[in-house]
């Protein structure tokens, strides 16, 4: 993707990723991949701080005979996502002003 | 490199920080590669880049130094998605890290920018200013209680030419009987006195009125401007 967006962009989307289904990291990285133009490397500290910040929780499950560590959103989490919602669709809103010189607003 | 040489570069890199945030970070790596399976592990290890470059992002993101791994302690991010400026800085940070960084390094950012910073750099270049505005409003202040002496001592030099006037007036009384002709000359010139009296504290006195609220306003004013504004 042309755009690399913000910290706050995938700290919203891993949010939105883990509000939709408690998962783990293997798969929250590919999906935020799957959007977003970012390293591998880049995952496992924005769910620490994520986690660190009490916006996600982990548990440990076992699965095929090995660990896997889950994350759930929190109460805090869900709050920050929401307010990260409302935060993309102002931004959404001024880009495309400036985008499209204002189509569909004027 | 294969994953057992990784996960073991990955925890001597690691070193620096606290013994949990390295164990937290290990084992997610470990679980990673668990996912990505036997098959795609030289793929994943190749996206993943050094171990070098795996640490400073993890360095640049969660803190350097142990106490920093304490929870609470994280500053909470201001919740703004348009900051251009933050990303190259935490690349920035990822790369001084370690010099094997790539430029691929994008990173979280750590400790997002407070909506505070405005008024803190407000606050600073207020104290860094202070010789420079104590002078002014030093200097300001020193002009106005000037004006207000010099109108202080025009109105008392009135009230004297008035008490002087009176007295002199009841002393051309005595003065009359005697020497009417000096008596009406000590008399005119008590009169006159008195009258440059009242009219000198009559101005003092309307001067004082007009100029006493519109100080008053102006302090007011000037108040209101600088609270208003570190109030923001």
Redesign the interface.
Known sequence: MAFNTGAALMDALVLSIVSQESTYGYKITQDVRSVMDVSESTLYPVLRRLQRDECLETYDREFAGRNRRYYSITEKGNERLETYRREWKVYEEKINHVLFGGIGNE | MNRQQFLEQLEAELSGLAPV?RQ??L???V??L???GPENEAA?LA???SPQ??AA??R???GLSDESAA?HE?P??S?????PD??RK?EQQAQSGAPGAGS???????F?KSKNNSRVLLVLLLVFTSPLWIGILGGLFGALMGLLGGILGIFIGGISAIAGGAIALIFSLFTLVGNPADGMVSMALSMASIAIGVLLTAGCVWLLRRFVPWLVSLVRRAVQAVCGKVGK
Do not use: R
């Not at chain 2, 919740?79 to 900051?83: A, E």
């Not at chain 2, 691929?104 to 750590?110: E, W």
């Open positions: 945030e937290e970070a084992k997610f790596y679980e990673y668990d996912e990505a994943v996206e993943l880049g470059k795996v992002i993890i640049a993101n969660l929870p994280t909470k991010p919740l703004t998605l348009n900051g933050w990303s935490t691929a390094a994008y990173g979280g950012q750590p997002p």
